[in-house]
């Protein structure tokens, strides 16, 4: 079993949909990482979050430690937002990250 | 730009060839991490620096791969006689040290195809 898994792998919704990705984590973490890949490889950071619930334009993470589950929430959806994200999570006492295997959103007009 | 740059962003080559890759992190970080990416697949872990001093290097860096960052600045990956199996993104990221959760910042990345 991987220790960061993911769900849905592959999500296909249209312009306007609201968007649920889910990440699942078996190992006692700081913080959680969600990120974002684009065709072209580069990755940006969405949030990083230990607790509670983070807001950035469309994008909402939560996090529930005791459950050790995350998730990642698109409002409004648009074209622009399709791209791989990405969970990751620090291995205890160090700053390396074990990622999720990501999921491939496909948003269309 | 202030953010972590690579180079090259692509780079074909023959099989038992050898590469060279650079990163470049934010100026004032500390830490240095690559990671290897191939399709379909989250990045994984090869190695971390601290200032000059490698601090780890997973097993999936094979003999033929070495990393160095002799001023504590940039970093280069180098990988000799590459084999198909290398095929993949070479991810680098910077972080600070105390900052608030050492959160990294990646770079674009170098697409690696072996031929």
């Known amino acids: 079993k991987n220790e960061v898994e993911q769900s849905p792998q592959n999500l296909t919704a249209q312009e306007g949909e609201f968007i649920t990705i889910n990440c699942s984590y078996s190992?006692?973490?700081?913080?959680l990482h969600w990120l974002q890949q684009h065709p072209g490889g580069g990755i940006v950071s969405l949030f990083m979050?230990?607790?509670g619930k983070k807001k950035h334009g469309r994008l909402i993470a939560t996090i529930n430690i005791q459950e050790k589950h995350s998730s990642l929430h698109i409002t409004a959806s648009h074209p622009r937002d399709s791209a791989v994200y990405i969970c990751a999570v620090p291995i205890r006492n160090t700053d390396k990250l074990i990622f999720g295997t990501g999921t491939r959103l496909q948003v269309f007009p | 730009d202030t953010g972590v740059s690579q180079n090259p962003r692509h780079k074909i080559t023959k099989r038992g060839q050898n590469v060279t890759f650079r990163c470049d992190p934010i100026s004032e970080h500390n830490r240095l991490y690559w990671y290897r990416q191939t399709l379909g697949q989250g990045p994984e872990f090869l190695t971390y620096?601290?200032?000059?001093?490698?601090?780890?290097k997973s097993r999936l860096l094979s003999d033929r791969f070495s990393a160095e960052r002799p001023k504590g600045s940039f970093s280069t990956l180098e990988i000799q006689r590459t084999e198909q199996g290398d095929s993949a993104m070479y991810l680098c990221a910077s972080s600070l040290v105390g900052a608030v959760y050492n959160e990294q910042f990646f770079g674009p990345g170098t697409r690696l195809t072996v031929l």
């Open positions: 620096f601290q200032n000059e001093a490698q601090l780890e």
């Open positions: 979050l230990s607790s």
């Open positions: 190992v006692g973490i700081s913080a």
